[in-house]
């Protein structure tokens, strides 16, 4: 199982950019799917995250600006950020628990990331 990031890139503040996470490989079912970020000198942290239902839930920080969204059917999960801010800056990864069959358990996979930068 391999998860694939991409769109992240350099923005101004109160701009907007769409990340996407593809998952690929042997996958039965996937779980949750989220996206985490980590800025320099800091703990990774969550974002927010989606259930297979879609029910999504967010961290404080980014409630009303950020929008996670996915597709069953593809595997992918999206992350649609507006408004960003300087403190928006980090390198942002995607989760998901992926059962790669029906006789394996789930796991959690991790996609490579992807730099997100706001200037202010």
């Known amino acids: 199982v391999q998860l694939q990031a991409s769109g992240g890139g350099l923005v101004q503040a109160g701009g907007s950019l769409r990340l996407s996470c593809a998952a690929s490989g042997s996958i039965f079912s996937v779980d949750v799917m989220a996206w985490y970020r980590q800025a320099p000198g800091k703990q990774r942290e969550l974002v927010a995250g989606i259930t297979s239902g879609g029910y999504a839930n967010y961290a404080d920080s980014v409630k009303g600006r950020f929008t996670i969204s996915r597709d069953n059917a593809k595997n992918t999960v999206s992350l649609e950020m507006n408004n960003l801010k300087p403190e928006d800056t980090a390198v942002y990864y995607c989760?998901?628990?992926?059962?790669?069959?029906?006789?394996?358990?789930?796991?959690?996979?991790w996609g490579q990331g992807t730099q997100v930068t706001v200037s202010s």
């Open positions: 989760k998901a628990t992926i059962a790669p069959s029906r006789f394996v358990s789930e796991y959690d996979f």
